[in-house]
């Protein structure tokens, strides 16, 4: 199984920025998919969870800010992120959780400088 995150990056308090998280072969399909992230000396949280069907569910830090979405055609699930806080800053992975198992990957780092 491979989950591979991109679209970190640097950004301005307020701006925004769109991960994306690409998952290999058939662990994609059916299963529930989230986002983490971890910031620096915080542990890590739950940020958005959506089911194959695509019901949603986010952190309450979101407060309407960010929105998960998936293409099961293209095995893809993303994070869009507006009005992004300093404290949004951190490591931002992907999940996929397939009944008892789950699978991380590696990671995206976002920077929000304020």
């Known amino acids: 199984v491979q989950l591979q995150a991109s679209g970190g990056g640097l950004v301005q308090a307020g701006g925004s920025l769109r991960l994306s998280c690409v998952a290999s072969?058939?662990?994609?399909?059916?299963?529930?998919m989230s986002w983490h992230r971890q910031g620096p000396g915080k542990q890590r949280e739950l940020v958005a969870v959506?089911?194959?069907?695509?019901?949603?569910n986010y952190g309450d830090f979101v407060k309407g800010r960010f929105t998960i979405s998936r293409d099961n055609a293209k095995n893809t699930v993303y994070l869009q992120m507006n009005s992004l806080k300093a404290e949004d800053t951190g490591v931002y992975y992907c999940?996929?959780?397939?009944?008892?198992?789950?699978?991380w990957g590696q990671g995206t780092l976002v920077t929000v400088s304020s």
């Open positions: 999940v996929v959780s397939a009944g008892p198992r789950s699978y």
């Open positions: 959506i089911s194959s069907g695509g019901t949603t």
């Open positions: 072969g058939s662990i994609f399909s059916g299963n529930v």
